[in-house]
């Protein structure tokens, strides 16, 4: 399909402090807790400021982590629209062939709204516990594990309630959530490409897996914030977003989200925030929604502190929405779009070759320090070789051997054998440090040669919450799937 962009507009003209903007811009640069990736800012259903730090790109899919959820419960209103599923329907409903095992009252009283909205009755997450009583099945495992609360009394951030959401999806439609929703709500809101990992069972996981460019973000925002209707069509009942933005269930006090924006209560995979509500993923996957000023924000990013990059968002771009217009503010317009069109990340340091000993260098190979690879277990070895083009990293993984060409100075690109961006090089004679971002997802693996003892570490910025090889570390390709689901 050909997507259509967004409108956009200058920042002034929806009233829209671009100084402001600019200094969130300056606030990024200087949070070393943040790696942005893209943002986009709209107004008034105009994109008023949008950039991506190079080596990422808008047209670049990103794993979205939990945003997932509220795609897939996004999902669960079309499909409560059609009649296909009610809100206080019986899970076990749908399971008719685990009847006869799920015996616990709880258990069998736990209704659709509650696997929304989190208020299975269970205290704390399950997936460890669901998969180790079903590897084969996580709805039934999930199922077999007895809640401790009554389901609706209490809330507790748990992946098998979403991933049971969806396999109810998928199993009254008949489609894998993608097909379902493409016809829906994709291809009616401009959303290009995107993919969905999926379990042994050939499930989309629907808690975790999608991927799509920031700019589907945005739009799913815009959505909302429109209660539903998109370019006069409505999508989505005004009565669902209501009730799927709303606050079903207190959060404070739930573990390690006991601050900041996760106390204030969470609706149908849409969490409360201090201004409006928000779609969120692991490691900053952001989409707010701002109806008190008729905003959206999306941001991809690789952090392992969310609450840094909301503080950042609240403190500067809260204050930047004024008036309907703003006058005398081209200068700032103007400086904040050239800005916009500069960003990128800056390279891991390191010379592009060594500079002494290139005649051990070449062809050396490295084997993982200590005997093993703490962060990527799969990775047994390394090698580094010179020719024309310059100096490469190898490495070999589950048989697999994926070249990383290195640059000279700055990022260099290559889209196969997986979308990754290299950057790095030697700091001594010998020491080989280089960064691999994995640009369809959140995540950089920072890979270490060491000449003198001929070993290798590698260790993740971000680590990976899904299982698998570096191969998979990408938007799945068509009929591909992964196991071993982590969360996000």
Not at 60 to 77: N, V
Not at 426 to 440: H, K
Request: overall charge negative; aromatic content about 8%.
């Amino acid at each position: 399909m050909t997507v259509s962009p967004l409108p956009t507009s200058t920042p002034s003209a929806q009233g829209v402090d671009a100084s402001r903007v600019l200094a969130f811009l300056d606030a990024l640069d200087a949070c070393e807790a943040v790696e942005p990736h893209g943002v986009m800012i709209l107004r008034h259903d105009h994109v008023v400021a949008s950039g991506w730090w190079a080596p990422y790109h808008p047209d670049r899919m990103h794993l979205l982590y939990s945003i997932s959820k509220s795609f897939t419960a996004t999902a669960a209103g079309l499909a409560v629209a059609e009649g296909l599923i009610g809100l206080d329907d019986p899970v076990v409903s749908y399971f008719p062939e685990f009847e006869a095992d799920i015996t616990d009252p709880r258990s069998r009283a736990m209704r659709i709204r509650h696997l929304a909205s989190m208020t299975s009755g269970h205290e704390a997450e399950t997936l460890d516990r669901a998969r180790a009583l079903d590897p084969d099945d996580l709805v039934r495992g999930f199922l077999l594990l007895p809640p401790e609360r009554d389901p609706g009394t209490v809330f507790a951030y748990n992946q098998p309630a979403t991933y049971a959401l969806a396999a109810i999806l998928q199993r009254v439609t008949g489609q894998t959530l993608t097909a379902y929703l493409r016809p829906r709500l994709l291809d009616p809101l401009g959303i290009g490409e995107t993919g969905w990992l999926t379990d042994r069972t050939g499930r989309e996981l629907g808690f975790s897996g999608l991927h799509a460019a920031t700019d589907a973000l945005a739009r799913l925002g815009l959505l909302y914030l429109g209660e539903g209707l998109w370019e006069g069509k409505r999508l989505l009942s005004p009565e669902w977003v209501a009730e799927a933005t709303r606050s079903h269930i207190p959060t404070a006090g739930h573990g390690e989200r006991a601050e900041g924006d996760w106390v204030r209560g969470y609706g149908f995979s849409f969490w409360r925030s201090r201004h409006g509500y928000r779609g969120d993923g692991a490691y900053g996957q952001f989409c707010l929604v701002l109806p008190e000023h008729d905003a959206v924000i999306a941001t991809t990013a690789a952090t392992g502190d969310m609450q840094a990059l909301l503080d950042l968002v609240w403190e500067h771009l809260i204050p930047a929405f004024g008036p309907e217009r703003l006058t005398g503010r081209d200068d700032a317009d103007t400086a904040l779009a050239e800005r916009l069109a500069r960003l990128a990340l800056p390279p891991a340091p390191g010379a592009p070759a060594p500079p002494e000993r290139a005649d051990q260098w070449s062809g050396a190979e490295f084997t993982p320090y200590g005997g093993a690879c703490a962060d990527q277990p799969g990775l047994t070895g390394a090698s580094v070789a010179v020719d024309a083009d310059g100096w490469t990293l190898t490495l070999v993984e589950d048989g697999d051997r994926l070249r990383a060409a290195l640059g000279s100075g700055g990022w260099r690109v290559a889209d196969e054998p997986l979308p990754l961006a290299v950057s790095g090089g030697w700091s001594d004679g010998d020491t080989l440090a280089v960064d691999l971002a994995l640009l369809e997802t959140p995540h950089r693996l920072r890979v270490t040669c060491a000449l003198a003892d001929r070993t290798f570490t590698a260790h993740w910025t971000t680590r990976p919450l899904h299982a698998g090889p570096l191969r998979l570390k990408r938007a799945p390709l068509p009929a591909a799937g992964v196991s071993g689901p982590s969360g996000g």
